[in-house]
Structure formats: C-alpha cells, structure tokens
C-alpha cells in the first residue's frame, strides 16, 4: 500500500484500528489476524534490545527492525521515531527518508524528550517543535519523500496543567507545520476527545487506556485511528513471566501446553 492509500485509511467513518508491533513475529500475527495496518512500538521495541523508552537505542538498530518488518510482512507500515533521534531536523529528516525507502509509509513523531541522565520526559516548547516539523516536512516535500507524519503530542500523557487548550493550541501550529495527523495519548474523557477533534481538521488518534471508550463510541466522537501502544508487549511479557512460574511451580512442563491461569 503507498501512502496515499494509506492517508485514506484515516478518512474513514470507521476508525483504523493500528496493531502496535516490534518485530516480525507481531508483524505476522496482526496479519494474519486480518488488521489492515501496523505501527512500530518505539518503547517495545527498546525493551526487546534492553533498552530505555526515550532514544536510548540508535537510529540504526530501529533501522534494522523496520527492514525485516517491512520485508516480511505486505500491511501498510508506520514507525514510531520518538522525537526523532537528533535536535537536528536534516538529520531527522534523513531517517524518514531511510524509512521511505524501505517501504514505511507513516511515522510517529512526538513533541517531547526524555533525559536521559534522569530519565525524566518534559514537554518541548510548542512553537519551537512546529518550527523543528516545518523544517522536516520542507525537507521531506523538496526531495518529493510522501509519508503520513502523525503528531503526538504528549499533553495529557505528561499530564500538564490546562492540557486540553494546549491540545488545542499545538493540534494548529503542528496542522501549519506539515502534519498529516495528531496523535494524543493518555486522553480518555469523552469530552475532551470531541473538543480536540472539533478543534483540527487532522485527523485525531488515541491509544490504549483502562478508561479508554470503546471502539464504537470513539467512532461516535469522531476519532479516525486508535493505537495500541507499548501495551500488548507489556500484556505478553506478564503472560510468559506466568508461564515460566507455572514450569517452577509444577516442576514439569505441562504448563507450556495449557491455558495460563
């Protein structure tokens, strides 16, 4: 699918439901399970190599999971670049179009950073990060390199005083900047959600909460794409965590074939 196509799949009534992935595996199960499209889990991905969430792992080593994704599985590929791995928007530019060539057709791209000497995630400056996007997106339309770039901005998931009107605030300066699509994690209120679609015309995706409403009444308010995040990779580390318990437990390996309880 090229990115035209998959721009579309953002226009439906009814949301793209994006199956988070970090390696082939996950790849091959979401298509097998019939989902239409799949996204890259940055902060999954760091795990499985031992790392951090916050660009503690390499542009190359992202690189090198992306490839094998991109050539083993035919769904329309999205990967998440973090705040994408440079202050320098040539450079982040530069991966996009690596990413491009391998066959990715979308990319994440939040407005903050993790410190890495603490650890510790903070809020870019708004117009700072839209002239760090605009500055992408020209490079990107002057070297005709076509991908959806999805904004998330991390508002509500750093939970941020007035984080609803700065939504609001950075949904248009990002909207001017080039952006294809916002990307609010961590917003569940009904509410909210409507006045943040409301207020842009992008395309608005929300990811995998506990409070999170349901596909139908996400539809309802008018959300067009809904991630699963890091969650899934979470879920199945706990699943195999259980497992390995049950092996200890029944000094035998009859565990491996039964459900986990």
């Given amino acids: 699918m090229n990115t035209t196509a998959f721009t ?38 760091a795990r499985m190599l031992g790392y951090a969430d916050g660009e503690h792992m390499q542009f190359a080593e992202l690189l090198f999971i992306v490839k094998r994704i991109a050539a083993c599985c035919k ?4 990967v998440d670049i973090e705040a994408g791995f440079s202050d320098d928007p040539q450079v982040t530019a530069g991966y996009i179009k690596a990413l491009a060539e391998v066959g990715v057709v979308g990319i994440n791209i939040e407005d903050s950073k993790v410190n890495k000497a603490d650890g510790q995630r903070s809020l870019i400056n708004g117009d700072n990060f839209a002239k ?35 939504t609001q605030k950075r949904a248009d300066l990002y909207q001017v900047a080039g952006a294809n699509g916002l990307f609010v994690p961590c917003i569940v209120d009904k509410q909210a959600i409507e006045t943040v679609v409301n207020c842009t015309i992008l395309p608005v995706n929300v990811m995998c909460m506990p409070d999170l409403p349901g596909f ?46």
């Fill in 132 to 166: 760090f996007l605009l500055a992408i997106t020209s490079e990107l339309l002057k070297d005709n390199i076509d991908v959806f770039i999805n904004v998330r901005t991390d508002t509500f998931l750093l939970g941020i005083e007035g984080a609803l009107k700065e």
């Fill in 8 to 45: 579309s799949q953002h226009q439906q009534i009814t949301p793209l439901l994006l199956c988070n992935v970090w390696d082939v595996a996950s790849a091959k199960t979401a298509e097998k399970m019939g989902f239409s499209a799949i996204g890259t889990s940055s902060a999954a991905i």
């Fill in 75 to 78: 769904l329309p590929l999205s």
């Fill in 216 to 261: 139908n009444n996400l539809k309802l308010l008018g959300v067009k794409r809904i991630s699963m995040g890091n969650f899934m990779f979470d879920v199945l580390q706990d699943d195999f965590t259980a497992r390995l318990n049950n092996i200890m437990k029944a000094n035998s390996f009859k565990p491996v074939f039964e459900p986990v309880l």
